[in-house]
């Protein structure tokens, strides 16, 4: 699997935007996938998660504002960011989990095997 994620940009405070990642393979419906980010000077955080049955999880500070979706005929997960803050501002990275075995997705960073190159999300005030 590869991935190649997109959509990322220069926006004002309380407006959205919608990260693609667009992965290869043939396998893409089986895995979970997930948004990382990780902002200057901080570790790379957990965003969401959407596993192959489509359940998601989200970090408490996102929910409610962003949205994880796939579309397993294109290969794609989506994230759908409204409400953007100036604290949303990062490199988004996209991960899929081929070989977790969880009942549930996975926050857990070290579940991800494979990694997308980012995409920059400034959010200005």
């Known amino acids: 699997v590869q991935l190649q994620a997109s959509g990322g940009g220069l926006v004002q405070a309380g407006g959205s935007l919608t990260l693609s990642c667009a992965a290869s393979?043939?396998?893409?419906?089986?895995?979970?996938m997930g948004w990382f980010r990780q902002a200057p000077g901080k570790e790379r955080e957990f965003v969401a998660a959407i596993g192959s049955g489509r359940s998601t999880l989200y970090t408490d500070s996102v929910a409610g504002r962003f949205t994880i979706s796939r579309d397993n005929a294109k290969n794609t997960v989506y994230l759908q960011m409204n409400n953007l803050r100036p604290g949303d501002t990062a490199v988004y990275y996209c991960a899929a989990s081929r070989y977790y075995s969880g009942t549930y997705v996975t926050e857990d960073s070290s579940a991800y095997d494979v990694w997308g190159q980012g995409t920059q999300v400034t959010v200005s005030s």
């Open positions: 393979g043939r396998t893409f419906s089986g895995i979970d």
